[in-house]
């Protein structure tokens, strides 16, 4: 059950399931990337090319060239894996899976690439629930290393192994998340730590640019080497209990979008793909941006995994 499984097929041809494709393709893997949308697969070879260019130059075409664009479901009938990258829409995801359950063979495992929708909500449209699992990649999902395997009740611990198998072979770092709840770790995690901040700027208690200058060269640069719960054993949890003591009642503990929040989405300042967010963006500024942090992100990635080899 190590074995990895070298024939996948990506459903979903945008930045996520671009990502994907150029991950395991880079890795030597034979992909099919499969979306009907009248121009997709054409931007998708774009995104692809970028891609490669920055953290595989010396493989670009050699990666593409495992890679079949194909516009039909069909695609996908003869592979070992199918990953689902569609849009965030628990009905789109489940009717693909309906499909795609007719159409490969019973040894075909299924996963779904989702942020914090529910496993088992999209697994009730296949009759293989045993070989059916989420697999939450990351943005960009080829060069953040983690991956998030989230079981259904019913997925097969071999359903698992292979998998996370398939995805150590392509240099990902896989973790077990053992119950399907709401955003899963990283997302739970990530929200707490964002509903704090847009909290502070609500207040007025300081700028975005210092809010997220703390977190970048504190929290952030130490958060690489270490977790929360290691770091809490390192500082001593009775020095954390007591912190804990006075603090939690004073953090951010609302249930509902903060009103900034609401007021941004409202006005349609949405971020750098409008324009306008906590930060003013311009195209040249986003474009800049996002492939600056993706070469930076894959040399990080890259030196703390060389860091982890020699622990």
């Known amino acids: 059950m190590d074995t990895p499984l070298k024939n996948i097929a990506v459903i979903g041809a945008g930045a996520m399931g ?19 949308m009248e121009g997709a697969l054409e931007r998708a070879l774009k995104t692809i090319d970028r891609q ?13 060239q495992r890679i079949r664009f194909d516009p039909s ?4 009938a003869s592979c070992d894996l199918v990953i689902e990258a569609v849009p965030e829409n628990l009905e789109l995801k489940r009717g693909i899976f309906a499909k795609l359950d007719a159409l490969c063979p019973p040894h075909t495992l299924f996963a779904t690439n989702t942020s ?5 909500a999209i697994a009730s449209a296949v009759t293989r629930r045993d070989r059916f699992v989420g697999t939450h990649f990351f943005t960009p999902a080829d060069v953040i290393p983690l991956v998030e395997v989230v079981r259904n009740d019913d997925t097969s611990e071999a359903t698992v192994a292979q998998v996370m198998a398939t995805l150590r072979f392509a240099g990902k770092r896989p973790v077990l998340v053992r119950q399907d709840i ?17 909290s502070l700027l609500e207040k007025g208690v300081a700028s975005a640019e210092d809010i997220d200058e703390v977190v ?62 906590f930060y003013t963006w311009s195209p040249e500024r986003r ?8 070469a930076t992100l894959g040399e990080l990635a890259a030196w703390l995994n060389s860091k982890a080899g020699d622990a």
Do not use: C
């Open 18 to 36: 671009s990502g994907i494709a150029a991950l395991f393709a880079s890795k030597g893997l034979d992909i099919v990337l499969i979306d009907p």
């Open 52 to 64: 490669l260019n920055v953290y595989a130059p010396g493989g670009v075409q050699e990666a593409i």
């Open 73 to 76: 479901l069909d695609a996908a």
């Open 116 to 120: 914090g929708l529910s496993i088992n």
């Open 182 to 198: 709401p955003g899963f770790i990283a997302n739970r995690i990530q929200h707490a730590l964002a509903r704090e901040a847009i």
């Open 216 to 277: 970048k060269w504190s929290l952030g640069i130490r958060l690489a080497l270490s977790g929360p719960l290691e770091q809490r054993d390192m500082n001593g949890i009775d020095v954390h209990y007591a912190i804990a003591s006075y603090l939690y009642k004073d953090l951010e503990n609302r249930t509902e979008p903060s009103e900034l929040l609401k007021s941004k989405v409202e006005s349609g300042q949405i971020g750098a793909k409008s324009g306008q967010g």
């Open 287 to 294: 474009e800049r941006v996002l492939r600056e942090k993706s």
